[in-house]
């Protein structure tokens, strides 16, 4: 037999020679045939074959016949298409890595961890839904048909469910891939095992050079991946056929393989397997879970699956692998061996996340959601695999190494516990390397059936308890008297932990725990909790209280014992009582942890704790923010309440006023002296403290049976109270638990409820406040809780920050006046459970009731008591009196009370009762301490009992005696230098508090009045009641009071109201109307006692009685009245500073004579509103030296001005070019328009240059369109050119970091400047010699051509140009460098360019019925003089010639445009600066008419070449035929038609290029194309006589067009309406004609063009159109490659100017330039762009070599920004700023907007 096998064994050996020969293709082809004959031969042959092909280093050519094996000899991509069209997936299954955007919709979302890909979302109906789109942290799958974890009705189209109506593929179809797939994963598995290093134990990372050693085979599984759900199929069963692993990877099959070095490759490799398996740790087994699967100390893989997962672990989750694996859920059969495969080696993947805790968390998570979030996979693992028994066991695991020991001592010193905690310096925690499995732990409670196997087990419940008790106690801080500790970063982790691995699992479980149902869940958890606790107790082993000195933030197991108590009496209706434990020792220790937290809290604000640095207040603020306090702070204040009701009043009043170091304070012996609280102020604040936390205590409802929706109302109103916040703000800020996980319909609800939405507004400096919600004025009386506001203020100042937002609604609507300090109102008691009535039982407290008379008396008798002591005392009073007590006892009392023993002062437990009741004497002699007068060691004996003897207390130790805590002085130092974390609210808050002083001494200079602040003074002249003094007790024993918290409520009245006699409301409180009209709803001090002491006459005869006796008033001869006092002392200091300013302002006139009073008196302020050059004539003075002093010659006044390049000229767009650019367009194409001023005059030079002189050309052109073209702006601020030389040169030698060379700041404004324009002494219409010229008197038009043509003279006298103004005229010919060689241009283009610039900031309209926005910034006229004062001195004979060629033609022979080609706007101008005459209007008027003839006369002419021959025959005799001579624009064109029928122009065959349309060319609209045509020239001309005559604009005439309007303000009316046109006009006309003629001759078509061309009706430049959805333009452009390298394009964005997409971080290649940005903006805008980031939806805005980032014009719903995509919103553009930010560009105010730009290296 074995003959027999080796001879078959030779023939196939020889059989597979000769099929390797046929290659690839012919190969497959002859198996696949062979396969369907004889299948198990061919299986012989694939393995032998493959086995032949195998190459131990290289997979290219064994990849290739992969491919054609599986495809059966078919082409690998020709064979895909045929297999996916057996695709039956129904679900997505899409795999994303890091940085995919995705979506996720929380309403059609099974699972909070559900996510769709962006293909799925788009093509599915989420409208209304509340949904966000994301950027994946770790990764993720698309859950698109996945009904496990999402709503069937959020499925897209393509995954609908019974829309897949797909037959199952033919079997010979994967035949082959049947046999090929399992080879192909066999291979993969050789290729990870022969990557094993089996020196290195556990996990690592491989190398890329390692990696690249399976790529290819990877690659190749993730193709067949990709061919749909039949050859997944085909894939999972390779994966998970425990028979195919078994034959694959035993020996036996090894056996008939021939004996080569590929034979003992792959048998080496099962020994690199075996030995691999040994070298991932797992953590150590208890005996409870010893048969665990897996915890199993040695694994054993039954299929391949299994062992790509182990390899998986083994080299720390490889991308591609975690890829091709998920890939692959979407076969259902492949689910749950992948589940199994997975928790198999979940306790390795635990030890795996300690050694590497940067790249494994991520990866972990991304597998565990896909598969833990599925509630039926859930549920198997964790009954069938004990995957809570795996999670709980591997956290212990991990946590092990980093216990160390408890060192919570007592309060005497001593510390001889045996608990352990977890350290925050270990990298476990510090790193937090536990939170990829308290996410899947957490995953896991979410669903019931997992909840309900957790508690079933109490074995498990102890393994979590365990676990919570070495996290309880943790970061424990202890206080320091002598050194400072330096930062530590660890407390964060301390809290994180907390957070993150307590207090997320607690919620989940105790979600489960709301119905009846659930109880025996919520008993077992409570009896676990509190023997866990008990174990702490004995594990601490205190004897006494804890240490005063130390305390941790960290007590999690105490939590889950409150939050479970809270659910299962509110929620679960169970008995109070019985849930709690039975002794009073218990209670009490436990009581001593959270109220140690509250102590410290108070002592951290009063500086006992500075010596701890900064951390320590991090911490205190940490444990108040809203993502902590639900879990800490709420519970903590709900344990209090919970010793409450098990714990007598007395005891709990006590043992909060020893923790809080008061009852010292308390005493009335002066000799007494307080031996913890040794500083100044200390006392008062932590008496404060004690009196807030019984407030909070009592008052605090937040586990008291508040409802979901009381509670969420509260906590929104709380934020709100603070401070306007924004709709994600108070998302975000809502404290977490598990009531308000999906809150969105009651959170919206709530908002409209309680708040007002503040739309988004622009801000000073550039900036824009987004959409807030405010909260309604009306809700501040009924609805504002100090208690709740002070437990959700971060830092104290946000507390403050409410209680002045309170005062201010309270004045603002009426309800307080006058400058009292406002009390804040408390709330009143509410209903709450019945089970926590004993809470409220405090306010009857006897001992609370001496510690209120206390106060109250030392706050009539001495001045150190605080305002917020007092109104917290009434706050308890006025609470005490809202409740009445269980039952009343009484107990007798003496007539003298033991000082401290404040339980003994009071005969009832009823305040009602008390508070008239009167303390005589007070016994000052104090009894010894003793077991019974200390209640924590009283009750100690009780938890306790069996031990027999209890430490003696040690004398006071050293550290105790001297000194607790730093100097105050130093206190405060610190506190100022650290108090607030936020350097930019500091900044705030100093720029605040200068500019207070700064109008404080205005108001004195303005009004000679200083007001005092009411708080400056003191109570200094007020009597007090005799204090015994320390000589007088040392005689004494006892004191005489004689008073009752009545008669000192009465006291404390008059003393806050200045000695008003308290008297009762007529009608009393139960009247209805005794709170309406004028009764205010608010006040002071007096105001809130007033109110309490008619609620106790109303409720009690005796105080009623009592009430009506009150003290006489003083007699006015002894009464000081401190309010007259302080006014005459402030009249006083008034007068002495008076005098002192008098004093120094005759000093500095007697040093400065040449300063009259007069001009040292005025102010003169200059107007921004209209052009600086118009106040010539005014008095004008230097910002710098202040000093109107008359400017010279040599140091003139100059206007402080920004000179910038600008090209937003050339983005003007023809007026009907119909393409609109929009950007994101459904075609991918963006639209922009064909005919823009750029690309119209680049056509008019080219043409022109062919056929004149470069020079001409640039002159007949449209200036202005140029990229070098300049800007000139001021501020409206001037300076002596001296004063800005010095100026510049001082920020120069300081370095200024925030300017470049030759920039500044206006000294006044602080705006940016880079130049100093000189204002010219003389107006435009002065002689040389300083005479005016008569302005009124009118000229004939002979008589001003007359003038203007002996203006030509060489002997014409001209002014001399100033140096000032020949250097700023040079400064902005730097740009033009190209264009010095062409004489006159760069300058006219200079005038232009603002002329047109400043049409466009009035919107292209000069006319408006509404007033016309006047350019603030524009300085023409003082441009104009300077400028005409330079071509007044070079520009001779030019002159004469442009004249003539107005008047007379182009000379014979002229290489120069013929005047029908030139632009009228460029000869007006070179006109009125060139001309040498003194201009009056009258000359102004002339130039203009003139030049305007020549504009209706190109119109025209343009516009017979688009007659045809009939009409221009019927329009050439028309004015004869009709006989009408009045309108001149007919006979012009009559002429026009009339020269050129019969010359060149009309020529046959030439066609302009033009729109042929259907017009009858009547009167009008002819008219109405002359109006078009010449509006531009009309409206530059307006401008002009403006700004150099100082007329106004006019206004809008009814039924008047802008174009009449103006004619009449140019007086062109009858000379384009009535005035004929006589003989020389036509003659002109002619000889215009002829000149033109002569051009047409060598090109008709070009000489039409250019007709065309010359008056284009250009509109308003805009940026770009967006889309109202941002989605639509992320969607399109986040998926651009770059032109380059075609790879994804880095950081993309949108140019708003011109629409290109560019990169404004190209890192893609190195073909791309790296500053795009700054290169693009200087092609496009001359240096100045603005972009839309694609991927933050940010406005980037980039000015020269500066950029900033500027606010978003896309908002959310709320009115909100989303920047960096971060929340996910849709966002809608905001019209209001877009056009805002199309403003700033047009009218060039980006530098002056955006304060933040920072100069960065852009090219």
Known sequence: MKIITTNMAEVIDDEVDGIAKLGPKFAAIHIDKKLKVSPQLAKRQINLLLHRLLDTNDDTDCVVWYRYLVAAGNEFYDFKSEVLKYDDASRCGLVWTANFVAYRCRTCGVTPCMSICSDCFHNSDHTGHDFNMFRSHAGGACDCGDVHAMRHTGFCSNHVPGKRSVQKPPAHLLAMAELVVPRIVYHFVLRLRKLCQPERNGSYKLTEVMKEQYTQVSQLLDDLSKMGGAMKHVICQSLCNPEIYKILSSTEDLAVLPNDDKKKFKESSIDEYYAALLTLPTPSIPEIIQDCPGLSQILVHT???????????????PEKIITFLLSLLTDMEYKKPFTDAFVMHYSRICMSLVRSPEVIPDRVVHISVQV???????????????????????????????LTDCKIKDEYGTNVNFHQVVSCSNQVIRNHSYWPIISDLTNLMSHKPCVDVFFASPDLIRMWTSLLLTFTGINLNEREHEQHLEFSPHYYAAFTAEVEACAAPMWQLVSHCKTSETIEFSKMMISVCAEEIQDWFDALNLNS?????????????LRHLALFISFAVNKQSQVLQPLLPNTDGYMLQLMMFPLQIQVCLYEIFAGMWIRN???????????????????????????????????????????????????????????HTNTFLKKEGQEMVMLEGALYLLLAVINTRVHLGMSNYELLKSEVIAMLCMKEKTHSQLLDQIPERSEVLSISDMFEDILKEVADFKDPTQLSGGNFRQGQYVLKPELWMSEFDPIMVQMRSMQRKDYQAALDNYTAIMKQSGKHIGSDVLWPAYQPL????????????????????????????????????????????????????????????????????????????????????????????????????????????????????????????????????????????????????????????????????????????????????????????????????????????????????????LSLLVKLYSKLSNDKVYKRQATGSTDPKADSGCDPKAGSGPYYIGKLLDRLAELSKECADRLQVHPKKRQEEDNVDAVSERKRKALERQQHLLAKFASQQKQFLEENPQISVESAKQIESVSMETDPVSSLEEQIECVICTQPIPASEDNPLGAVVLVQTTNVLNHRSVVGDALEHEAGCSNDVIRKPTKTSH??????????????????????????????????????????????????????LSRHNLIQQGEYLCPMCRQLANSFLPCSKQSLQDDPDGSQVDSTRELDDHRIRQQIEGSFRKDFKLNILPDSVRNFL?????????????????????????????????????????????????????????????????????????????????????????????????????????????????????????????TCTQILTALSCRFTQEERLAWKEKPKRMGFGGCPVEKILS????????????????????????????????????????????????????????????????????????????????????????TSDLATILKWCTELDNVAIRSVSQTQQLLALNHANYSVPHLIQLPHDFSKLFQHYSKQKCNLCYAALKSPALCLVCGNLISLNATCCKLRPKNEGGLHASVCGSGTAIYLSIDSSNIMIYRGNRSCTWSSVYLDHYGEEDSGLKRGKPLILNEARYSFLENLWRNHTLDHNCKRLIQMNLY
């Open 1370 to 1494: 040079m400064q902005i010919l730097k740009p033009k460098e190209f264009l010095e060689r062409i004489n006159g241009v760069a300058l006219i283009n200079t005038v232009r360019t603002n002329l047109e610039l400043d049409l466009i900031n009035r919107n292209g309209c000069l006319v408006s019925k509404q007033p016309c926005p006047v350019p603030k910034r524009s300085c023409v006229g003082m441009l104009l003089h300077g400028i005409r004062a330079q071509y007044q001195s070079t520009l001779r004979s030019k002159l004469q010639e442009l004249w003539e060629l107005l008047l007379k033609g182009t000379p014979d022979g002229s290489d120069s445009p013929p005047a029908l080609l030139r632009n009228p706007v460029n000869l007006l101008l070179q006109l009125i600066v060139s001309i040498r005459l003194p201009l009056s209007i009258h000359h102004f008027q002339y130039i203009a008419k003139v030049v305007w003839r020549l």
């Open 830 to 1045: 509410k209903d709450i459970n019945q089970e926590f009535k004993p809470v409220q039982q405090l306010l009857h407290s006897r001992t609370l009731h001496a510690a209120l008379f206390l106060v109250l008396h030392k706050a009539v008798n001495e001045k150190d008591v605080s305002e917020p002591v007092m109104y917290q005392c009434i706050a308890l009073i006025s609470l005490a009196l809202q409740c009445q007590p269980n039952d009343i006892t009484q107990v007798e009392v003496g007539d003298t009370c033991n000082d401290m023993e404040l339980s003994d002062w009071f005969p009832y437990n009823n305040m009602l009762k008390n508070i008239s009741y009167t303390i005589k004497t007070i016994e000052l002699t104090r009894k010894e301490k003793t077991d019974s007068s200390n209640p924590f060691r009283a009750l100690l004996k009780d938890l306790h009992a069996e031990n027999s003897t209890f430490p003696v207390e040690p004398p006071v130790q050293a550290a105790f005696a001297g000194n607790l805590g730093p100097d105050l002085d130093d206190i405060h130092m610190e506190m100022a230098d650290n108090d607030d974390i936020d350097d930019e609210e500091d900044d705030e808050e100093e720029e605040e508090f200068f500019d207070a002083i700064q109008n404080a001494m205005d108001i004195i200079e303005m009004t000679g009045v200083i007001e005092i602040p009411p708080q400056a003074t003191a109570y200094d002249e007020e009597e007090k009641a005799p204090i015994p003094s320390a000589t007088d007790t040392a005689k004494c024993t006892s004191v005489d009071i004689n008073e009752s918290m």
């Open 545 to 557: 209280a804890p240490s005063p000195m130390q305390f941790s933030f960290h007590l999690p197991l």
């Open 613 to 671: 640095g900064l951390q320590i207040k991090a911490q205190a603020m940490t444990y108040s923010q809203c993502h902590f306090c639900s879990s800490m702070l709420d519970l903590d204040i709900f344990l209090l309440q919970l010793c409450t009701c098990k714990l007598k009043s007395d005891v709990v009043i006590t043992t909060i006023l020893e923790r809080y170091h008061v009852l010292d304070y308390l005493s009335l012996n002066p000799r």
């Open 303 to 317: 299929s391949f699956l299994q062992e790509i997962m182990f390899w998986m672990v083994k080299y720390e989750f």
């Open 372 to 402: 833990l979030s599925n509630e039926v996979l859930a549920t198997h693992v964790v009954k069938n695999l004990q995957l809570f028994h795996i999670m709980i066991l591997s956290i212990q695991e991990m946590v092990r190494s980093s």
């Open 1535 to 1622: 002429s026009v038609i009339g020269y050129f029928i019969r010359g060149k122009l009309y020529q046959e065959g030439a066609h302009m290029d033009v729109e042929i349309t259907s017009t009858v060319w009547t009167r009008g609209s002819i008219l109405n194309e002359v109006e078009q045509g010449s509006m531009n020239f009309i409206q530059i001309a307006s401008l002009l006589q403006h700004y150099l005559y100082r007329v106004d604009l006019p206004a809008s005439k009814e039924g008047e067009s802008e174009f009449d309007t103006l004619l009449s303000y140019l007086k062109l009316t009858n000379v384009v309406r009535n005035d004929d046109v006589n």
């Open 1239 to 1292: 690309v119209i005059n680049q056509q008019k030079k080219v043409i022109l240059t062919q056929f004149f002189k470069e020079e001409s050309s640039y002159f007949a052109a449209s200036l202005g369109c140029s990229s070098s073209d300049v800007h000139i702006q001021t501020c409206g601020h001037f300076l002596h050119l001296q004063c800005h030389a010095n100026y510049v040169k001082s920020l120069r």
